[in-house]
């Protein structure tokens, strides 16, 4: 599975933190949770954390769940 890649972070003055990925805005952290994620981008792989925080990232099984025959369309896709 590759690494995701793409995502920056920008701090503000209110104490918040505004996530993006590719440029488009991926979530605002706020408060002890925007503590919590600087506490966590420091100390480890700073695009990981990012993807988690966000929620957009995969999980590696996408591709295999998608050829499963209960998950194929009835009409023979």
């Known amino acids: ?3 995701p890649s ?7 003055g ?6 993006t990925h590719h440029g488009r805005p ?3 952290l706020r408060g002890g949770r925007a503590e919590r994620f600087l506490a966590e981008v ?11 925080w966000t929620g957009a990232y995969k999980h590696g099984n996408e591709r295999t769940a998608r050829a ?4 194929r369309a009835a009409g023979g896709c």
């Open 1 to 3: 599975m590759p690494r």
């Open 6 to 12: 793409g995502f920056r972070y920008e701090q503000h």
């Open 14 to 19: 209110d104490a918040s933190v505004t996530i």
């Open 26 to 28: 991926a979530g605002t």
């Open 42 to 52: 420091e100390s480890g792989d700073a695009q990981l954390v990012m993807a988690r």
């Open 68 to 71: 499963h025959p209960r998950n």
